[in-house]
């Protein structure tokens, strides 16, 4: 990729890619935005002047003046998408490019590789301006924004010669948006199933209940969503939290990461690349939007001795997970 043919690029360490890339509707033509959403990032001239051509989804070719500068973070549409819009709290799925404001040259990007994870952060929340710019973009666009390194990365880069205030260029390729929770039915409960109640976030809390863990699988919809049933094998997106039905700790969650992952549904023992064989079974089926609990007994959980330091061996673990989407 290049800025323009009279500058020359220089790609970022591996470090600066891991600090600043790695993390986590209706249709707009125009302007990132409309009357029903409010960007985080509003448009502006500087921005504007940022153009870039190049196959959506690939390494584009930058073109902007230079120095150029805004005085808070500005958004400019460069092609828009036919998808739908991003409201806040959607998981977003992106490729970036980000460039020095003041010479041209190419700070660090994405990999534009279907084979690699992409870029992906929740829309609008308060991480940094990645996430705050996605709020109001449409799936299928390419923008740019203009900001500073501390915008970007939190602070300097001391190591890529990168002070907090230097100005940069974003141009970013938004790629997918799915579900920030669960948005289904509630359901009614069920006897021997843990109590779930969620914070206006979406967040889950689980009481379990007082009574000796089940010796079968249990999976038992909470709240059901009316999108795509996962089968067997699809990459999905989802939060979740796992804890022990024994202890009532906690071992592993996404929404304490701020970050929902995207897992094989498959057991790990016919996919290397799969999940816990319980969890499996009890998600396929399942369908996006909805908000699953999944009860696994030690013999669908880990084989002994091959489980994490937080699991004992001979737990009953307790997942509550939001399907979010699936990929592809």
Known sequence: MTATPRRSAR????????????????????????DACVPVVPEGASAALVSA???FGSTPTVDFP?????????????DAGEGDQIAAGQIVDFQLSVFSAVSGD?????????????????????VDLLAGSLQCATVGSRFAVTGTVGDVFGGP????????????????DVQAAYLGRATGT????????????????????????????PT??????????????????????????????????????????????????????????????????????KT??????VVIPPELGYPEGQSPPTIPTGSTMVFVVDILGIEG
């Open 53 to 55: 051509s190049g196959a």
């Open 106 to 126: 190419l700070i660090t990007q994405s990999s534009y590789d279907d084979a690699q994870a992409p870029l992906r952060r929740t829309a609008g929340a308060e």
């Open 288 to 293: 996006v939007g909805s908000q699953v609990i």
């Open 66 to 78: 230079t120095p150029l500068r805004s005085e808070t973070p500005e958004s400019a549409v460069i």
């Open 186 to 213: 509630p359901q009614l409960g069920a006897s021997g199933i843990p109590a779930v109640v969620t914070t206006p976030d979406g967040i889950p809390g689980v009481t379990i209940p007082n009574e000796e863990p």
């Open 157 to 172: 880069v001391e190591e890529a010669g990168l002070a907090a205030a230097d100005p940069l260029v974003l141009v970013f």
């Open 11 to 34: 790609t970022a360490s591996a470090l600066l890619l891991t600090t600043a890339l790695a993390g986590s509707l209706v249709a707009c033509t125009s302007s990132l935005g409309s």
């Open 216 to 285: 079968e699988l249990r999976s038992h919809t909470l709240v059901r969503g009316d999108g795509t049933p996962i089968a067997e094998g699809d990459r999905a997106v989802l939060h979740y939290t796992g804890l022990l039905w024994e202890t009532e700790t906690i071992f592993d969650s996404s929404w304490d990461r701020g970050a929902a992952g995207t897992f094989t549904i498959a057991s790990f023992e016919d996919d290397p690349n799969g999940i816990v064989p319980g969890l499996a079974v009890g998600l396929i089926g």
